[in-house]
Structures are given as C-alpha cells and as structure tokens.
C-alpha cells in the first residue's frame, strides 16, 4: 500500500515538473537565457498581481514571457524591453518599481504611515496622562477638602 502511495507520488510530481519543463524557453544564447529570467522575475503577473511572470500560470503572463522571448531573439536589450513593458502596461508591471517622481508616495507612502500613526499614537498617550492627572489633582482636592471640613468642625 505504501509503495502504490509513494509511486502516485512520484507520478504527480513528475508530472508538475513535466508541465513546468514544457513551458521553458530554448534560447541558442545561454546569456540570452539568463537574460530571459531575470527579466520574467523583475515583470508583475497583471492578472495575479501578486506574482512575476515567472511565477504565474496565467495567460496574460504567457504572452509577457512570449513577448520577452521574441524581445530577446530580436536583439533588443534588456532595458528596451524594460521600457517597452512599462510604455505598455504602466509602472505596475514592473515587480519592484522603479523610484522617481511618480512613484515616491508608493516608495514613501509606508513610512509616511508610520509616522503618522507613531504621531497619532504620541498625541493619545498625552491626552490620556493628562486627563488621569487630572483625575488625581481632583481626587486628591477632594480629600483636602473634606480633611479641612473635619478640621473647621468643632
């Protein structure tokens, strides 16, 4: 029973690893294929988002990576292609963005957050010290007066 486990097992993953191989690129160049995955992990999945080309089973992320293929082949380099993905698709496609004008509040925006909340957090712990305090100085008025209260009584 185990060995009839162990062998659907190994089918399965072989399987997987079959499928993965069929969608593999030949390149005649072994620079232009390491040129091609960096490439398909610097692009974002734009069905997924969440996930490089590389990554991703979609069929928008099929025709990036045929698209960079042929890019490749074609003699373009890689910052042409860069170039050419984010003229078509935007900054987005990009998996880690680039850092310019456009995009400083998605660069700085987390740390902008940050602060604000550590700010917001200072300013409550303040206003609740202050009202506490003030809770004390009432409380402890209070008991001064009735100690001058007994001390005025005969």
């Not at 045929?66 to 292609?81: L, Y």
């Not at 900054?91 to 998605?106: A, D, G, N, Q, S």
Request: charged share 25%; net charge neutral; with cysteine.
């Amino acid at each position: 029973m185990i060995h009839r486990l162990l062998l659907l097992l190994m089918l399965t993953l072989s399987f997987n690893q079959t499928h993965a191989a069929f969608n593999l690129k030949q390149f005649d160049n072994p620079e232009y294929a390491a040129r091609y995955e960096n490439l398909i992990y610097q692009m974002r999945c734009l069905v997924c988002q969440n996930q490089t080309i590389a990554d991703s089973d979609a069929d928008l992320a099929q025709d990036l990576r045929d698209e960079i293929f042929k890019m490749i082949n074609s003699g373009k380099t890689d910052q042409q292609i860069i170039e050419f993905m984010v003229a078509r698709y935007g900054e987005f496609v990009l998996y880690k963005p680039r850092v310019e004008k456009k995009t400083w509040l998605l660069w700085g925006g987390p740390m902008l957050l940050l602060f604000s909340g550590i700010i917001v957090l200072f300013r409550n712990a303040a206003r609740r010290n202050k009202h506490v305090d003030m809770e004390i100085d009432q409380a402890a008025l209070n008991k001064a007066r009735l100690l001058l209260d007994e001390e005025d009584k005969p």
